[in-house]
């Protein structure tokens, strides 16, 4: 009976190890899954336009897109305070429109995190890019041909100034 105990306890010990070192092993893909940069996918020459159009269309406040959004990465690292700017997306909409996106995580000044979804529209044949999404939007300036002054606030016909 020595024989048979001394048989399950070091089966037993075999076993917490080899359970020990498969943990460790998962924790660690775990880690280098979730931590280091993926590798990004070919993209196509007009992919590679829509996202060159988008990142270096003209921001407010900045002289491009990317420069806007590197800007504020640095601005909140230098306040120590968590930033982190995601991959730029590029997803063929429909015809020559593509949507491009980057999501953008930073920590307020309460410590509480923060995440918005920057989303674009570039329309290769006409070269134009349009925010689709309020951060996106925030970004970036309206284009010269959405004047408001050349359409009616109200429906009917246009008031006629009377003649003096």
Do not use: C
């Not at 660690?28 to 990142?55: C, D």
């Amino acid at each position: 009976m020595a024989d048979g105990s001394t048989f399950s306890r070091s089966l037993g010990t075999h076993f917490i190890r080899y359970a020990v070192a498969a943990a460790l092993l998962l924790g660690g893909l775990y880690y280098t899954w979730t931590t280091l940069p993926s590798a990004t996918p070919l993209r196509g020459k007009q992919e590679v336009e829509a996202l060159a159009l988008v990142q270096n269309h003209p921001a407010i406040g900045h002289s491009t897109i990317a420069q806007a959004m590197n800007e504020h990465v640095r601005v909140m690292k230098d306040r120590r305070q968590g930033v982190r700017l995601g991959e730029w997306r590029v997803k063929h909409v429909e015809g020559d429109i593509y949507e491009i996106r980057v999501q953008l995580r930073d920590q307020g000044v309460s410590g509480q995190w923060f995440e918005r979804e920057f989303i674009w529209h570039a329309h290769l044949q006409l070269k134009k890019v349009n925010a689709a999404s309020l951060p996106a939007d925030g970004v970036t300036p309206k284009a010269p041909d959405a004047d408001e002054g050349t359409v009616s606030p109200l429906p009917g016909p246009p008031k006629v100034k009377p003649a003096l």
